[in-house]
């Protein structure tokens, strides 16, 4: 079991008008390669800062500090310059976020925006790019892929957004996916074809895949790891197996019998 990503010691403090919100505090966790990480917890308690710091889309400031490390590829993320996370941001780790729009752009076409990063990071243009598009839509099961090449994301359905968002992702072929509550928008049945999807994607790309939920059930489905966050704390780190079998914490408890 080879880790490809290792948290230490993350803490997370937002402060404003003297006053300071601990959304992560000193969690610790890794993953691994080809395997699925899932952190579940309940709105506030921290998933999604600490998504937004691995891909170093949020950073230190005055009202924010970052502290501890996220190491990948030996190397602390959180110490690259952004020439450095170019290289690694779309390329080796991709994220997906519950709302598709937040990452597509409603003024372009679908096969512009997959394009644009098989460009910035594979030098792929013209026709090879083409190419690669319909079968980067094909993967995700989007239904007659070369129909879809001049639509527009408002033309599509939500399953369908969420679809090309996930192509979009895996363009570069990531070592790391993070799934940030990438169901919670969409209606029961579109969500389960949607796990399924990325449940598949992760087997035969050989991709880990960190995914961040509320929704319990959704663990059960796809995580091989699961960790439990509360108020920005990690309370229980287990196999997803040993999570619903032995709960330990009272919080991990709750969550379980509230489902
Ligand atoms: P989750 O994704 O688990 O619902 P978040 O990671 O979004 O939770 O937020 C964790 C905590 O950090 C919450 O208490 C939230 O209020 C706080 N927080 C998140 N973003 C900001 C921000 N930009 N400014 C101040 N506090 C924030
Ligand atoms: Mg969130």
């Known amino acids: 079991m080879q880790t490809l990503l290792e948290i230490k010691d993350l803490s997370i403090t937002f402060e404003f008008n003297n006053q300071s919100v601990n959304a992560v505090k000193k969690s610790n966790f890794k993953i691994v390669r080809g395997e699925c990480f899932a952190i579940v917890g309940e709105s506030g308690s921290g998933k999604s800062v600490t998504a937004l710091t691995i891909m170093r889309l949020i950073r230190s400031n005055s009202q924010l500090k970052i502290s501890g490390s996220v190491i990948f590829e030996k190397k602390n993320l959180l110490n690259l310059d952004e020439s450095n996370l170019q290289k690694i941001r779309g390329k080796k780790i991709s994220m997906i976020f519950q709302e598709p729009m937040t990452s597509l752009n409603p003024l372009h076409v679908i096969e512009k925006q997959i394009s644009e990063t098989l460009a910035l990071h594979s030098g792929l243009t013209g026709r090879e790019a083409r190419r690669k598009c319909i079968e980067l839509l094909e993967l995700v099961g989007l239904q007659k ?8 994301p408002h033309q599509l359905s939500g399953g369908q957004r969420q679809r090309v968002m996930i192509a979009a992702a895996l363009a570069n072929k990531p070592d790391l996916l993070i799934a940030d509550e990438p169901t919670t928008a969409l209606d029961v049945t579109v969500q389960a074809q949607i796990l399924e999807l990325l449940k598949d994607l992760k087997k035969e790309l050989g991709m880990a895949l960190l995914l961040i939920t509320h929704d319990l059930s ?15 704390q990690i309370v229980e780190s287990k196999p997803v197996d040993k999570l619903f079998s032995s709960p330990e914490h009272p919080y991990t408890r709750k969550l379980i019998g509230s489902e």
């Open 218 to 232: 959704v663990v059960k489905k796809i995580a091989d790891e699961v960790c439990v966050m509360s108020a920005g």
């Open 145 to 152: 892929p070369e129909t879809r090449l001049q639509s527009y």
